[in-house]
């Protein structure tokens, strides 16, 4: 099914694993200043407006889990699905040297409209998947840049990112690939805990199992590179909940 907020795919499917991708689009709807924020296509191209090839390793990878998704289906420039509605960083107006003319001045009133008609409705229709399996586990799908800011070059090829107040999956997965020889960042590049984000509130929250997998994006920028992660990942997450005794 596919809203203005969201898309979800094989809703009923009988899997455990819930794949999620709220960064899954660049799309700025139409009621926002005509669908642009201000910025150029380029910019709007970039890891900042979504992240790059994990929609479609996402529904790669659910195919082959025969497992439900959800996907947003607004850039996060617009408003990030992956923050709480209390963080700063949930509207952006500056993002790795890019500045987002539409969101330097905005009111409280579209910051409501925004969360009314995107943020909440993709995140109650991520509940209700959530909720639909008594033993649902969630593995949300990210992609990262090489460089973010300027600073050094990001190495790692997969980033497994988990939270320390549910450790059950997250080093288990860290072991599994790094055995693959693929190199791997054990909470790299990112932390893996932020307070209100979607594991928290979807997750942790309801003491579901839970994984957060980041691909280095110009690993899946093409079909190619989304199909051969696709497998791998089908690979290992093929009774790995299993495996984990979860």
Known sequence: MTAA???????????????TCDHASNRVPDWIDGGNLGIAPE???RHIAYDVGAAALTR???ERLDAPAILSNFSRLVIDPNRGEDDPTLLMRIYDGTVIPANRHMDAAERERRLNLLYRPYHTAYADL???????????IHSFTRQLRGRARRPWAIGV????????LGPALVRESRAREWIT??????SGH??????DRHALAHGRPNLLIEICNDLIENET???LWADRLAEVLTGFLDRCGV
């Open 225 to 227: 590179g989304q199909q």
């Open 43 to 45: 910019d709007m191209a």
């Open 161 to 168: 990112l988990y939270s320390h107040r549910d450790e059950r």
């Open 130 to 140: 959530a909720d639909s399996h008594p033993h649902r586990a969630i593995c949300a």
């Open 194 to 199: 932020l307070d209100g984000d979607s594991i």
């Open 60 to 62: 790669a990878l659910a």
């Open 185 to 190: 960042g054990d909470n790299e590049p990112y």
């Open 5 to 19: 907020a969201f898309t979800t795919i094989g809703p009923t499917r009988p899997s455990r694993w819930l794949l």
